[in-house]
Structure formats: structure tokens, C-alpha cells
């Protein structure tokens, strides 16, 4: 066990045998086994509709393991200790009287003298969190210091996300709530806080007057993964961009905190949410273009078009591609447009950020150089996190004239820490809730004015009666992508 190590408690994964908590929360679990972060005596308790005999447990464990951690990564000893930590709990969510099983496993004489600290992970459709909630709030689950985790989406638009957030909130306080957000646990999205306010060469230029515009960049190489039904009522702006594109613009745009501490952080973020420019009726076919792919290629495999899937309703009108161009309403970003864009079936999957800086006002290079680019910060998230700084450097050599070449500062955090291994965000999110740390978790007031943001810009869309532009599969999206930047004399980074 490291110094690190928080202190001893039952982790409770509600919806233990989904898709998320068997490719994501298990093995993360299990990461931190293997690195000494979970306290001795802490349990994991797996609450599902199934029931299992306690011989089965071990081996339902050790399968989800080797499934989805990769075999190099696994050791022996680590993984009987990480199996033996679990149990297995039968509940019908929506039935309050059966919580009484899970708080017989919970409220054990050994478990009640340890104090242990409680979290529920609800790994499980929004719809269920109210009933969910309910029942451990019947049985005295509840109480402080009880932590509960929420995954996104925190709603389907403004309305929904206040009616799930009473519901919760109805039995929980706010000091009790972690809304995750995963992005916020990559290493580069963290990095972004030291890259900003640690070094004074960025800190010093972060602003209208040496940043000429930020693109965000979201992009998915798979389809809608037989989750069509479920997809087609989101759609791409929902899902990307009221949460993970926002929170990333927040933190690159947001004012520098008083304190490291999680309502300094969410403090200033919520700032600069309030300070979006509102796209609507008026404007949003200027600010906006939403795709939906058609058959293409998925690398060099041919993929059917987005209505051609399994599943698919005839003539949806459901985006699979956002591009957007949004104002931040403040000094320090005045007249500084910030593009987002994020969609499915792009030639890679790709998440970055990219800060381009203003050209320099004169030019002593024009004769072999007539035009100087600018300089350009990328911040990678996915997949190879790290960062890069472009420039102009000499070329070597003896001519008369000094030609120059743009050249790469790569950063990139394998090459640079070598020894260290990059974790998982969600091993990074789950130890901090252990902790109790909430600076990298979403407050409410934070998804309702992002809520309130998109709901804008889809009663725009409504508005307008607009379908989505087509784009082939294996694209960087529609045209009109393109000149939502051409327009600006700018370009995509690609």
C-alpha cells in the first residue's frame, strides 16, 4: 500500500455487469490494486438484476480482467486480491424493498466498526437514478459521509437535467455528488492547469491579444456501435458537446483560480460558461454546420451510411457531426473565436486542442519566407496524450539567404516520462472520489448552463427545419465545415 492510498471502503457499482463498468470501472479497479491504492480491508460491491453463487464471483472477475486489461499488464497476485475484494449483490433497482440486501451486505458489524467510507457508482441509465437514490435513502444508506458518482448524460436538455439533479439532490447534498465527466481525468486535460498557470511563456500570452483563435477537436473514426435507437435520440451535440468539448473550452478559457481547490476551479469555469455568446435562430446558420455520415470507409474497410445501419429509422435527421463557432463574452477573450468540432465516422480518432497564435506584425524573412505561420500549442488528448509546440527554426547551412522551416517541440508524455505509465482517466476520477477530492468532477450549476447553451442551439435548428448535410464516411465532415473557417480566412488543423 502507498502513502497514497485513501482510506478503507466499500465501493458499490450499481449496474456491475454493463458495458461500462466491465470494459471501464473493473479494470480501472483493478489498475489501482495493482498499485497499492486501495486500502486492505476495502470491498467491491457489484449490485446487479443477476445473482451469482459466491463461488462464481471470483472467476466473473477474473474474466471481465483478462477481457479487458491487457495480458502484459496483469499479474497473478495482484488480480486473486483484486477478485477476492468483490461481492455480489441482486437488486431490482426499481424496487425499494430489496435495497434491504444490499444495506444486510453494507451495515455488517466487522464493516460498521472499520467506518468505512461508502460510494455508489451509478453505471446505469439516468432514468434509474431517482429509484436508485430512493432506495438507499429507505434504508439509511444515504447519509453523510456517503459519496455517489453520476455518469453522463446528466439529462436530455435543460428541463430533464434539473429534474434528475432534484431527484438526487433530494437525498444527497451537493457536497455529496460527483457528476464525472471523463475527459476531466486525462493527463493532458490536467496538464492544460499547469501549462497555463505554472509556466509564464503561455500564462503571459493567453490571451485576445496574442491568441488568434482555439479549435477544439473531438473525433470518432467508429459509428454509432449497434447503440443506434439510443444514439439517434441524442445525436452529437448532445453528447460531446454539452459535456466534454465545454468542460475542455472552460479550462482553457477560464480565469486563473484563487486556489487549487475544487470551488475555486468550478468557480471560474462557471464563469466562462455564463459568458457564451447564445447561438439561435438569428445567428445559427452562420455559427453552426451539423452532419450525418453516408457509406464510406472506416480505414480500409467500406461502412454502411448512418440511415443504413442496423436498427436505423428511416429519414432521422439526427446529427452524427457538429461544428460550431462560439464568442466568449469577456475581456480576455474578446473577438477570439473558439471552433469545436466533433463527430463520428472521421478518418482517425483524434481529441485535441489547438491554440494558434497571431502571425508576427512584420517580416525581416519575407524575401525566402513571404508569409510567416503562426505559431501553434497543440494539446493532445487522445490517443497519444502529450504536447506539441510549433515553430520556425533555421535551417542549417552556408547560402546567403537564411531559409527557414517550421519545425515540432514534441512533448509527448511517453517519450518524455518514459517510466511512467499514463493512467486511465477513470483510474485517476475513481481514486479522487476515494479521496474526496471534487475539483475534477462537474457541478450542477455547471451542466445546467451548459444545458442551456445547446437547448439554444437546437430550438434554432428546429426553428429552421434544416436536414443535416451529408458527408462520406472516413471524411473530416461536410463542406461546410470548411468554410465555417474560410469565411474567417482560417483552416482546420488537420
Not at 133 to 141: D, F, P
Not at 199 to 210: E, G, I, R, V, Y
Request: proline share 5%; with cysteine; aromatic share 8%.
Amino acid at each position: 500500500m502507498t502513502k497514497d492510498c485513501p482510506k478503507c471502503c466499500d465501493m458499490v457499482l450499481f449496474g456491475a455487469l454493463g458495458d461500462l463498468a466491465r470494459r471501464k470501472l473493473i479494470p480501472a479497479l483493478y489498475q489501482l490494486e495493482k498499485a497499492g491504492l486501495i486500502a486492505a480491508d476495502s470491498r467491491i460491491v457489484g449490485v446487479a438484476r443477476e445473482s451469482f453463487e459466491a463461488s462464481e464471483v471470483n472467476q466473473k472477475v477474473e474474466d471481465i480482467v483478462r477481457q479487458f486489461v491487457a495480458a502484459d499488464a496483469i499479474e497473478t497476485d495482484s488480480l486473486a486480491r483484486f477478485c477476492k475484494r468483490f461481492h455480489f449483490v441482486a437488486l431490482d433497482f426499481t424496487d425499494t424493498e430489496s435495497y434491504q440486501n444490499l444495506a444486510t451486505v453494507l451495515n455488517t458489524q466487522a464493516a460498521t466498526e472499520q467506518k468505512r467510507q461508502r460510494i455508489y457508482y451509478l453505471a446505469t441509465p439516468p432514468a434509474l437514478y431517482s429509484a436508485i437514490c430512493a432506495g438507499l435513502s429507505e434504508v439509511g444508506l444515504n447519509a453523510e459521509p456517503a459519496r455517489i458518482i453520476l455518469e453522463k448524460p446528466i439529462g436530455h436538455n435543460l428541463a430533464s437535467s434539473k429534474e434528475i439533479n432534484e431527484h438526487v439532490g433530494a437525498h444527497f447534498n451537493e457536497s455529496q455528488i460527483y457528476r464525472i465527466d471523463h475527459y476531466l481525468g486525462k493527463e493532458t486535460v490536467l496538464n492544460l492547469l499547469a501549462l497555463r498557470f505554472a509556466n509564464s511563456l503561455f500564462s503571459n500570452n493567453w490571451d485576445h491579444n496574442a491568441v488568434d483563435h482555439v479549435q477544439i477537436t473531438a473525433a470518432e473514426q467508429v459509428g454509432v456501435e449497434g447503440r443506434w435507437s439510443y444514439y439517434d435520440d441524442a445525436g452529437q451535440l448532445r453528447d460531446m458537446v454539452q459535456n466534454h468539448l465545454l468542460q475542455v473550452l472552460s479550462l482553457i478559457a477560464m480565469e486563473p483560480p484563487s486556489r487549487l481547490d475544487a470551488e475555486s476551479i468550478r468557480d471560474e469555469k462557471l464563469k466562462v460558461l455564463k459568458s457564451l455568446r447564445p447561438i439561435n435562430h438569428s445567428n445559427s446558420q452562420q455559427l453552426t454546420v451539423r452532419g450525418q455520415y453516408t457509406s464510406g470507409f472506416a480505414g480500409d474497410k467500406k461502412v454502411p451510411g448512418y440511415l443504413d445501419e442496423p436498427n436505423a429509422r428511416e429519414n432521422s435527421s439526427t446529427e452524427t457531426f457538429v461544428a460550431l463557432k462560439a464568442h466568449i463574452d469577456n475581456w480576455r477573450w474578446a473577438g477570439v473565436p473558439f471552433y469545436l468540432r466533433t463527430g463520428k465516422r472521421m478518418p482517425e480518432k483524434r481529441s485535441e486542442v489547438v491554440i494558434t497564435f497571431k502571425k508576427q506584425p512584420h517580416n525581416i524573412f519575407h524575401e525566402t519566407l513571404p508569409d510567416l505561420p503562426p505559431n501553434k500549442l497543440i494539446i493532445r488528448l487522445q490517443p497519444d496524450e502529450g504536447v506539441e509546440v510549433q515553430m520556425l527554426n533555421k535551417i542549417p547551412g552556408l547560402g546567403k539567404r537564411m531559409q527557414l522551416k517550421a519545425t515540432t517541440l514534441d512533448l509527448s508524455f511517453d517519450e518524455t516520462f518514459k517510466k511512467k505509465r499514463i493512467a486511465d482517466a477513470y483510474e485517476r476520477l475513481l481514486l479522487e472520489v476515494m479521496h474526496g477530492n471534487q475539483y475534477l468532477f462537474v457541478h450542477r450549476q455547471e451542466v445546467e448552463h451548459a444545458w442551456d447553451w445547446v437547448d439554444s442551439i437546437i430550438a434554432a435548428w428546429e426553428t429552421t427545419e434544416a436536414t443535416p448535410k451529408p458527408y462520406p464516411a472516413g471524411s473530416w465532415g461536410p463542406v461546410a465545415a470548411v468554410s465555417l473557417l474560410a469565411q474567417d480566412g482560417r483552416e482546420w488543423d488537420e
